[in-house]
């Protein structure tokens, strides 16, 4: 499985931006999985933001994000799929690095949770 994110960019506060992640697996792949978006802002931990399930696309996004995040899957390419962050009134605090990451869906809200992890967008929120 591969992933590229992209969509980031330097915006002003109470902007919207749409992220994008790219995820190929190989012809006739089987292998289900959830995508999950995180984010790292420049010196802490890389943290959850949203995920959804590849089977019913079932999601959920992290408590402090939810009202203004969501993410949405289009699988109708069976070997490339798209997934989505909507990310609305952004703020200061959104900056950071937005990584997109493909894992089994146990341990959807946690970093360990995902085995494959694409390179990464940057938000830069201006006020």
């Known amino acids: 499985v591969q992933l590229q994110a992209s969509g980031g960019g330097s915006v002003q506060a109470g902007d919207s931006l749409k992220l994008s992640c790219v995820v190929s697996r190989r012809p006739r792949s089987n292998f289900e999985y959830a995508i999950g978006w995180f984010r790292q802002a420049q010196g802490k931990d890389r943290e959850f933001l949203c995920a959804i399930r ?8 992290a408590e402090a994000v939810k009202d203004r995040f969501t993410i949405s899957r289009d699988n109708s390419d069976k070997d490339k799929n798209m997934v989505y962050l909507q990310v609305n009134s952004l703020k200061g605090e959104d900056t950071g690095v937005y990584y997109c990451a493909a894992g089994p869906g146990w341990r959807i809200a946690e970093v360990p949770g995902y085995n494959y992890w694409g390179q990464g967008t940057q938000v830069t929120v201006s006020s």
Do not use: K, P, V, Y
Request: charged letters at 25%.
């Open 54 to 61: 590849d089977n019913g696309g079932r999601s959920t996004c």
